[in-house]
């Protein structure tokens, strides 16, 4: 259903059309090799045991190489932590599937474009589920569960539906061993799959609204350039079903959930995003209207599709016959009220989510998660701990650490301490590091002399601080809070500072060649955006493109909610070709 999904397999189409990225291309063979040989890209994408020359070299690289080479000697007792060894400017598809690899959110499976989620990230995925059903309960929506497979005769009720999203159904064929007299769709959304029943359930207006919420799986299979979260085969989500009565009620709930889908990346992902509606070109196949939710990956200047939430209208209320009868309207005894069609909302949130969130804020170092959705907030590593130290003052300091533990556990804060043996302290900060975790107490007996912790910031490399003991039930939680504020107003200027207003046609691409999104007053026809497309690609004449940008044409990302002036009677569109009046500030970027 949603756009989001919707439009990634079309950007992605679009997108071998007009020249694909070498980088995308690395990807995706890496993991189709992985899935034909039965490499899994773990392994075949593992660093690398020797760091590329060119690569700034950062200390835990140096002593991970110098590691490798002593492994032979030191074997077990000194295990080496191979950390992300591509720059996140430099390669970010390079980086982005060593992070989400070694950060151990996800791992490859022999099927490209369907991928384990390990636990890491989905637990983010549960914070989301909790926070958002919280949200929809109160606005009475109820969740539920419908099956997997459609029949085809039910897909193909709605004309612009089913050509949207025909070229990447799944089908079943066959039983066991016999063949299916009708083969069956596996959904790659619900509209289809609901609307029968809601066509039986909604018999009055007293039935209404309808409000219906299901949290699942959904499949899309045909497309050429499987990204981990952004774009694949098999993705989870919820999708959100609503009938109403009317088309002004149907609006008002399509903006509340999209404020509700803003504050999960806001308030949860610390992720900015930018509100606004589709164009014609850009919106949900079958919609009425789609309302969406803009993000940015400023290391590649490109917009995101973060969400959506769409008014369907009435296009399936009259395919599905979900109708009732006027209670306003003036009848004789026995007469028959006129029959009205439902106004239909969708909204749907998926796990993309996540690798936005892992693509904005991770590092050179690996993940950084925000600390409302990390698995593990604090982690406590004892330090100084040295082989000649007595057993009985090793287990003291084990003892207070375990207090320590014990007094955040109990204000709630999601704690572990690494008493790994045999691991020295720089292997375990590195690897604690890569996995995100947004803060790091350390306490030796250099720290328990002077009645304090240790603290160091996954989000702010090199930065410590020192905590009182007797304060951390305090001072902890607030310092999380600290981060979670900063990770967001970091993106959020970050963003800020790459949306650029542009009224000339001459300053479009070369804005956009400067990692950039772009404001321009614009007609938003279709066939305009099609023309903006073509010659925002990277071979315009005259423009130099960097050979590592990205070469794609600009889209349509939304038309923003939040206008940064009116549009004076007069102004042109900025597509000097296209001569229409402009009629709304419109985002353009090169996108996901
Ligand atoms: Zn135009």
Excluded at 310 to 321: E, I, P, S, T, Y
Excluded at 533 to 538: A, I, L, V
Aim: glycine share 6%; proline share 5%; net charge neutral.
């Amino acid at each position: 259903m949603s756009t989001s999904e919707k439009r990634q397999s079309t950007s992605g189409k679009r997108m071998s059309q007009s020249g694909i990225e070498p980088k995308m291309e690395t990807m995706k063979l890496t993991e189709e090799q992985a899935a034909s040989s039965n490499n899994t890209p773990a392994e075949s994408a593992k660093p690398t045991e020797k760091p590329k020359k060119q690569d700034k070299e950062r200390k835990d690289q140096k002593s991970t190489a110098k590691s490798s080479q002593q492994q032979s000697k030191k074997k077990a007792e000194e295990p080496a932590l191979i950390g992300i060894t591509c720059s996140k400017s430099e390669d970010l598809s390079e980086w982005y599937q060593q992070v989400i690899l070694k950060g151990e959110m996800l791992e490859f499976t022999d099927i490209p474009g369907c991928y384990i989620y390990q636990p890491a990230s989905y637990r983010i995925w549960e914070f989301i589920q909790s926070f958002f059903n919280d949200r929809i309960r109160k606005m009475k929506v109820k969740n539920c569960y419908f099956p997997l497979f459609i029949t085809e005769a039910n897909l193909q009720r709605e004309k612009d539906h089913i050509e949207g999203f025909a070229a990447e159904v799944a089908w079943v064929t066959e039983g066991g061993k016999n063949k299916l007299e009708k083969r069956l769709a596996v959904r790659p959304t619900s509209e289809t799959a609901m609307y029968s029943f809601y066509s039986k359930k909604i018999r009055s207006h007293r039935d209404l609204p309808l409000k219906m919420n299901q949290w699942n799986n959904v499949v899309r299979w045909e497309f050429k350039h499987p990204m981990p979260f952004l774009r694949s085969r098999e993705f989870l989500w919820q999708e959100g079903h609503t009938a109403h009565m009317t088309e002004e009620e149907a609006g008002k709930e399509v903006l509340e959930i999209l404020d509700h889908y803003a504050a999960i990346y806001e308030d949860l992902l610390a992720v900015p995003v930018v509100k606004g509606k589709k164009t014609i070109a850009e919106q949900f196949p079958g919609a009425h209207y789609t309302t969406t939710l803009e993000g940015f990956i400023p290391s590649v200047g490109r917009g995101i599709q973060a969400a959506t939430s769409h008014c369907l209208g009435q296009h399936f209320a009259k395919m599905f016959d979900i109708t009732v009868e006027d209670p306003n309207q003036q009848v004789k005894d026995g007469q028959a009220r006129d029959k009205l069609h439902v106004w239909q909302n969708s909204w749907g949130f998926t796990t993309r989510s996540i690798g936005v969130m892992v693509l904005i804020h991770g590092d050179d170092k690996g993940l950084i998660i925000p600390p409302r959705v990390a698995e593990v907030q604090v982690v406590i590593v004892p330090v100084g701990v040295t082989a000649k130290m007595a057993d009985a003052d090793k287990q003291k300091l084990y003892d207070e650490v375990d207090k320590l533990r014990q007094t955040l556990e109990d204000v709630d804060i999601r704690v572990e301490c690494d008493y790994r043996e045999g691991y020295n302290v720089g292997y375990k900060f590195n690897d604690w590091e890569m996995k995100g975790v947004p803060l790091r107490l350390e306490f030796g007996p250099k720290d328990a002399a002077k009645g304090i912790v240790t603290t160091s910031r996954r989000d702010q490399s090199g930065s410590k601080g020192e905590i009182p003991v007797s304060d951390i039930g305090s001072e902890v939680p607030k310092l999380l809070e600290e981060i979670q504020k900063s990770m967001y107003q970091k993106a959020s200027d970050e963003y800020a500072a790459h949306r650029k207003i542009v009224r000339d046609w001459a300053d479009f691409v070369p804005t956009l060649n400067d990692k950039n999104v772009i404001l321009v007053p614009h007609c938003t026809t279709e066939d305009c955006e099609d023309q903006i497309k073509k010659d925002s690609t990277g071979n315009v004449e005259g423009q130099e493109v960097d050979v590592r940008a990205p070469s794609m044409g600009a889209k349509s990302l939304c038309i923003p909610a939040e206008q940064p002036e009116e549009i004076k009677e007069g102004t042109k569109c900025v597509n000097p070709k296209c001569g229409k009046e402009a009629v709304k500030w419109v985002m353009f970027g090169r996108s996901y």
